[in-house]
Every structure is written in structure tokens, then in C-alpha cells.
């Protein structure tokens, strides 16, 4: 059984939907030692957030954004947490439907990720320095 | 390699989201011996959720109840499983977007969350009494 | 400690909600051994995703269908990655609304579910070939 852990902060992006399957894998070159295990990716913020989606085209990453925007609405008439700024409410209702962490599962020492699927950082602020995000690593 | 589980009763809260991460944390207690590891908390029902989010604000978990609630609505045209209640198809719907589960890193005997991340018990139901949920906790 | 690891593939559903905790509970009867654990599902796809909910009523899974195809629409007119066909663009957003993995918690050697939980298979796409899910099962 081996435990690694590392935690990281990704550069600044801007708000929209990133991929960031290279950095975290660069992160923890440590899962080429695990033949059976899990990562686990988890994002120690609450305005931004991540998930698993398509990696090849980024129009998929341009609507996620669009779409996001639409259904949670900025200055919704029903916000009454409005004082950090019209993205900050949306932000948050964003990081909680996308989620907090990613798992992915370790086989012969890669990220067993289907073909077409990569780590995307969604980044839900206007203006946001780098995201730190904690890479745990474990397995045999 | 350190397991521990257990199985509490959270008291019973009013519909809405509701911090209580530390009632999390004092049910296990065992997380102060572990240095790198993963907690695990899971709710076994179909009607409440747990999320990652804001955890100073109480504006923020009122216009998450708002904005869930406007999103997901009550006695929609096209539910065809109402024979429970107005609030019950919604709060299924809620409980799969904001998820059954988190896993949060363990770093130094302590959850390694950001400095305003809580864990959210959402409750979905009009009235419902507590809710079980299951935490393990390992590592090394 | 214990680790195992299976990928299966289940068969091809149409499009819509699926309960499929048996065929997860079948690919890995591993779970008898353990009696604290967890188990990950992992689906290997960006158009089709898991989550738990209901496991008795089938108009809980009916409502679900018709819930997500009207809030995350077909052919909305913001969409920019529309030649993979109408229903393709609204998979990728409710695959990462819903999730690519769920955790189980591992009690004396059974799934820790609540009485009325089950693990969905939610096919996104109107036409679909079976999902590659990788479990792994681990624990003491």
C-alpha cells in the first residue's frame, strides 16, 4: 500500500472551463508506481470547481461556460448574498452542481480516463489568482 | 493503513442547507492519527445530499435553498411520481445534482479543507427527521 | 488491505435512467471479503455518467429523463459544438451535472446503501453502444 500526496496551485485562468489533465498527472508522478489505486483531485476553494468531460474539442469547454451562465443566472433578483460581486453567488451554485473533486481510477500505473475524457478546472470567478487543488495518490 | 467507519444520525434540520462539519469531524475522531488519508462521507437516502461550499455567510446557504428550489421546481407539469408529495420528485432531482457523497483529503491528523470550505447536509424534504450518514476514514 | 479492480461493459440502454447495482455487485463479489471499505464506479465516457438515487418507482427514472432533457435542452441556440448531432452537447453538460464516478461505503462485506439507494446509469446519447465502468473495490 503507498500514499502520496501533493498539493499544488494551477496558474490563474480565466473564467471558463479548462483543461488540466497534464498538470495534475505532472503533479504525481508517483502513479507510475501503482498498478491498482485512485487519485483523487480535490479543490480547496468554493468559487470554482471540477470535473471530468470531453478533451478534444474546445468549443465543448466554450459552451459548458455559456450553458452554466445561462441556467445560473448572474444578479438574480433572489440573491440576497450579493456583496462580493455580481459572479460571486453564481460561483458558488456552479462549484456545488459541478463538484468539489474528482475520483479517477489507477490501472498499471496510469489514470485509467476513457479516450476522450481529461480533468477540466472550471474556474467560475471573473478575476481569480491560481487555484490550489490537493492530488491524492493511493494504491498498490 | 488505518480504517475507521461509523454511522451517525444527524439531528433533523428545517429543508435547506446546513453546515455541519463539526459533527463530521467529532464522529470520527480517529482522523487526528492519520497523516496523508481520505474521509468519505456518504448519506444513505434519496432525498438529501452533501456538498462542499461557503462556510460563513448564511446568506449564501439561503440562496442556494432559493435557487434550487426555482430550478428544480415543485408540482412541474411533466413529474409523473407526485404521489408523495410536491417536494419529493425535486428532491431526488436535487440529491443527484449535488451528489450523495464527498471525499475530502486528510493531511496532518486534520480534513485538509480551504479556509471557507464547510460540508453542506442538504435537506430536500419539507419534513423529514434525521438523516443517516456513513463516514470512513483511512490512510496512513 | 485489499484492492480490486474489474472494468466491465454494460449492455447497451436506451436513452434514459438505469438501475444497475446488480450488475455492479456481480462484477465484483471481492466486496464479501472486506469488512471496511469502499467501492468507486468509474464510467469511462463523457456522454453517459452515475449517480444514486430511488431504486423502487420507475417514474422516479422517467421523471428524471424528462427533468434534465428540459432544463439542459437539445439544440439551445448558444450551443457552438453542434455536429455531433442534437443530442451530443446536452450529454457532455449532464454527464458533468451528474457525475462520472459514485463511492460506496463497504460494511461486512455489502454495499453500505440506504434502503431505497441504487446506482443509476444515466444514458445521455439517443443511441449508444454498452459503457465501459471500471469498479475498484478496497478495504480491510
Given at each position: 500500500?503507498?500514499?502520496f500526496?501533493?498539493t499544488?496551485?494551477?496558474?490563474?485562468?480565466?473564467r471558463?472551463?479548462?483543461?488540466?489533465?497534464?498538470?495534475?498527472?505532472e503533479?504525481?508522478?508517483?502513479?507510475?508506481?501503482?498498478?491498482?489505486?485512485?487519485?483523487?483531485?480535490f479543490?480547496n476553494?468554493t468559487s470554482?470547481?471540477?470535473?471530468?468531460?470531453?478533451?478534444?474539442?474546445?468549443?465543448?469547454r466554450?459552451d459548458?461556460?455559456?450553458?452554466f451562465?445561462?441556467?445560473?443566472p448572474?444578479?438574480?433578483?433572489?440573491?440576497?448574498?450579493s456583496?462580493?460581486?455580481s459572479?460571486?453567488?453564481?460561483?458558488?451554485l456552479k462549484?456545488s452542481?459541478?463538484?468539489?473533486?474528482?475520483?479517477?481510477?489507477?490501472?498499471n500505473?496510469?489514470?485509467?480516463?476513457?479516450?476522450?475524457?481529461?480533468i477540466?478546472?472550471?474556474?467560475?470567478?471573473?478575476?481569480?489568482?491560481?487555484?490550489?487543488?490537493?492530488i491524492?495518490?493511493?494504491?498498490?
Amino acid at each position: 500500500m503507498q500514499w502520496f500526496q501533493n498539493t499544488i496551485r494551477l496558474p490563474a485562468f480565466r473564467r471558463g472551463f479548462h483543461l488540466v489533465t497534464d498538470k495534475i498527472e505532472e503533479a504525481v508522478p508517483e502513479i507510475g508506481k501503482i498498478q491498482i489505486g485512485l487519485t483523487h483531485v480535490f479543490i480547496n476553494h468554493t468559487s470554482a470547481s471540477l470535473t471530468i468531460n470531453e478533451n478534444a474539442d474546445p468549443t465543448v469547454r466554450a459552451d459548458f461556460e455559456t450553458h452554466f451562465t445561462k441556467t445560473v443566472p448572474e444578479n438574480a433578483p433572489y440573491y440576497e448574498h450579493s456583496y462580493e460581486g455580481s459572479d460571486d453567488m453564481p460561483a458558488h451554485l456552479k462549484a456545488s452542481i459541478l463538484g468539489s473533486s474528482v475520483t479517477i481510477p489507477i490501472a498499471n500505473g496510469k489514470l485509467n480516463l476513457g479516450t476522450w475524457q481529461g480533468i477540466y478546472l472550471c474556474e467560475h470567478r471573473n478575476h481569480a489568482s491560481g487555484r490550489k487543488v490537493t492530488i491524492t495518490v493511493f494504491g498498490e
